[in-house]
């Protein structure tokens, strides 16, 4: 923008000769051939820790007053070994290894000691196995939460998040809490397994069926679910029915330029000059009208498919715990359809700038301050702690439910026997 303003100075001035449609000054050429403008979406301040799909959603979108198909596929361009790798995500440690970690430290309890032979003696103490249990299970839980907190702690560090900036500090504390919750439902789910008193092996077996079953085939079964219940339209149908458009829109021009003048008789150019600017700008318009259809099948299919995961993420804690870490972090999909509607109403209020100039042939332009900015709005901390707090009461619930069959099992644990 500064170099175009530069560039009008000396065109006034007469030290430049330029063609209209390169011209700054001219309305005509500002657009076709200075107009960029870009709409970015700030990274949240817990981006760090949790990368999920924002590797493939981009950050910075490149916009003018063409038609919306135009920027609506934009992508960045990033080194395709580096997406394949892809970066160090600590929500992915949580999410997929935690678990691991959990059951390897709990899957013997009691057991153990019970093939050792020592279990009468210690139930022979003033102490209930209820109690022993709890404190086995309590000492561990402690010991690895403050061995992950004390690693996440490093890893803000790392990446530079400063709590005290304005909405940091709540979310490290969500984002333990939910961590809290994780291992808390995990260890629910060993101390349950634990106290029906079969031995270590059969509890680790069954402890890694259930690790399967949660983190890897529920979630592999909901996506299946979502794409077979509403999948996504064929994309090259898509651009088919764009091509077809665009070949229409320009067959018929005059036609589209003669109904819309027909309803603003006073958009109407006085100058024939201006004719061919006002049917380009009439046709972008036309061409996005008649895409409007096409548009909204994705974007339908995609809302019904978020709609629908919102609901199934309720049986997995790891669909869960991810959608959570995705919401804190802002790096998930909810984040990125705000950021797009947000892009929309961006390029209409662009279009709404230049577009009356071009259609009445006001071709004159020196209104470079007046230009719209997109500025990104986040959404409300209320609104994000409702959605967070809803999969915290989804993990806790099971978690204290397990932990309340478990206590009522251990009761009936054989000291002695299979």
Known sequence: ???????????????????YWNSPIDVRGFTWAHLVRYAAKPPAPLAPLAVGQSDLYPYLVKLNINAKAGFADAYETVNPRKLLLGPFDPAFVIVYLLPLFVLALSHDLLASEKEAGIL???????????????????????????????????????AGIDPRQPGVG??????????FAYCGFWFALAMLVVSLGWRSATNAAVLAASWLTVVILVPAGVNMFLAAAYPMPNRMD???????????IRKATDEIAEGFFADHPELRPDAESADDESKWVLGQLELDRRMQ??????????????????????FSPA????????????????RHRQFLAQIDAYHAELRDFFNPKLIRGDFAFDAFDDIPRFEYREESAGDLAGRVGTDLLGLAAPALLMGWLASIAVRRYRVAGS
Not at 1 to 19: I, T
Not at 294 to 305: G, I, M, S, Y
């Open 120 to 158: 009468g003696l210690l139930a022979a103490q003033p102490v209930s196995l209820r109690r022993l249990l709890s404190f086995k299970i309590g000492f561990r839980l402690g010991l690895l939460l403050l061995l992950t907190a004390g690693l996440l702690l490093i890893a803000v560090a790392v």
């Open 1 to 19: 923008m500064v170099a175009s303003k530069r560039q009008a100075e000396r065109v006034r001035k007469g030290e430049e000769q330029v063609s």
């Open 319 to 334: 669909l869960l715990t991810q959608s959570a870490f995705l919401e804190l972090t802002g790096t998930g999909l909810a």
């Open 238 to 248: 898509y651009i088919v029915r764009l091509r077809d458009a665009a070949d229409d």
């Open 293 to 314: 259809a096409a548009v909204a099948e994705f974007t339908d299919a995609l809302q019904h498919q978020q709609d629908l995961a919102e609901r199934l993420k309720f």
């Open 170 to 179: 709540w979310r490290l504390v969500s984002w333990f809490g939910i961590v």
